[in-house]
């Protein structure tokens, strides 16, 4: 089964949880569902953008030396929307996010500003919006 299967439930199964702070007990258990939910979303979102979203994984290891890339540039795009969809779709707290993607905090609030500032253009609304369709469909 693809990880993209699994987005659907996942979402559902993460939606408000993250409303509050997580209990230490529950964090590791957590941080894996929104791992798994994370690769989902990814995978979703450079599906939709037309990426190939093992090379974006790859392209992202090598951090801000490759920013003039457009692969690189295309695979940030697609983590940053992945970031805002969790964060607003399933209220997932930024701390939390930044934690599971491996990412620091400034990483994540730079992502949801640079989707929210990039909202008003065509490319970018329909990929979010069908991207948040196929998260909230189940």
Known sequence: MSETAHLPE???????RFAGSVPPTLEPMMLTLLRVTYAAVFKTVCDLS???????????MYGSKLTLDPAWRAASDARAISIYLINTIANVPQA???RAVGVDKATVLRAL???EDRRDLPLVDALVTAAESIMERH
């Open 113 to 115: 500003s640079r989707v």
């Open 10 to 16: 996942t979402a559902r199964r993460l939606n408000g």
């Open 50 to 60: 037309g990426v190939d979203h093992r090379r974006a994984s790859a392209r992202l």
């Open 96 to 98: 939390l996010i930044a």
